[in-house]
């Protein structure tokens, strides 16, 4: 069965740093989305992105977050200078949400 | 602003029971309503629902929904420890690429 791999599953930064989360999406979907889940919270959207472009964003995707596709597989967030309320799980998705990826928990210290 | 409402939050019963979960909302040019199962990490697809009084069937799950009142259902049936979780609803804006996430149910089941 297709499936969205997320590296790495748990990554702990600290405060100011940049991280990049990396998303291998399936490979024939088109759209490509980034989730966040602070802890006890909802699942919030985060960007989606389509044919190498932002296709929507939120208002938490400030100028800190980035997102490319950098070789037609990966699929990346950037955070540029974390902040500790960035810490949360952060789901990667395709076709528009019916396969997710498992996570990568971000700590930021 | 686009919501998306469950309840209950937490639910507790007892192996075998009948549970119903309930998800509103409020989405401004709805299209269809996603419902997830998520127990350790990431949420896992259960249903799409697009057209009002359809039920879809999973087993022992099925959902259906109420585009006039404006809410869907999931009932788990003959429930097992397994079906421990949270259970999320999503609603899906026409012409958007975006899910809105309801809050979750998160479902007990003790033996």
């Known amino acids: 069965e297709p499936e969205v791999t997320q590296t790495p599953s748990h990554q702990v930064t600290q405060m100011g740093q940049e991280v990049i989360l990396r998303c291998v999406p399936i490979?024939?979907?088109?759209?490509f989305y980034w989730y966040r889940q602070i802890l006890g919270q909802k699942v919030e959207f985060l960007v989606s992105?389509?044919?190498?472009?932002?296709?929507?964003k939120s208002e938490i995707f400030d100028d800190q977050f980035s997102v490319e596709r950098p070789d037609g597989s990966n699929f990346t967030l950037k955070i540029r200078s974390t902040k500790l309320e960035d810490s949360a799980m952060y789901f990667c998705?395709?076709?528009?949400?019916?396969?997710f990826g498992q996570g990568t928990r971000l700590t930021v210290v | 602003e686009d919501k998306v409402v469950q309840s209950p939050l937490s639910l507790v019963v007892h192996e075998g029971d009948t549970v119903t979960l309930n998800c509103s909302y409020e989405v401004t040019n709805f299209r269809s309503l996603l419902w997830y199962k998520q127990e350790k990490k990431a949420p896992t697809f259960l249903f799409m629902l697009?057209?009002?009084?359809i039920e879809k069937k999973s087993g022992r799950l099925s959902s259906i929904l109420d585009k006039k009142e404006l809410f869907s259902i999931l009932n788990i049936t003959a429930t097992q420890t397994g079906d421990s979780a949270i259970y999320l609803c999503a609603g899906i804006i026409q012409g958007a690429q975006k899910l809105v996430f309801g809050q979750g149910t998160r479902l007990t089941i003790n033996p």
């Open positions: 490979s024939n979907h088109l759209y």
């Open positions: 992105f389509y044919n190498n472009e932002i296709s929507e």
């Open positions: 998705a395709s076709s528009l949400g019916a396969f």
């Open positions: 697009t057209s009002s009084g």
